[in-house]
């Protein structure tokens, strides 16, 4: 399972979702990738103004907001053979 975070350089959003997304990896065993979306102008038009963004297995499931309880759901879903379904506030 992988979980990927678009964000970027001093985005204190950013941070605390890193870190939230970090708990539930000590939980649970996952791929993490961070990604700076300054580094890639097709990402940056993008999510710009969407940061962070958290993805599952490539579908976005968070945007600028994580919750631990949420995310370790999700991931126990993905785990068990569900995938993601989006959200009308996960429209990337």
Known sequence: MRVDIYSKPRCSLCEKALAVVEEVRARLPFELYVTDILQSPELFETWRNDI???LIDGTPAFK???EAPVLEALLREVMNGTPIA???GQDG
Do not use: C, L
């Open 52 to 54: 962070p963004v958290v």
């Open 64 to 66: 600028h907001r994580v």
């Open 86 to 88: 989006k959200t009308v």
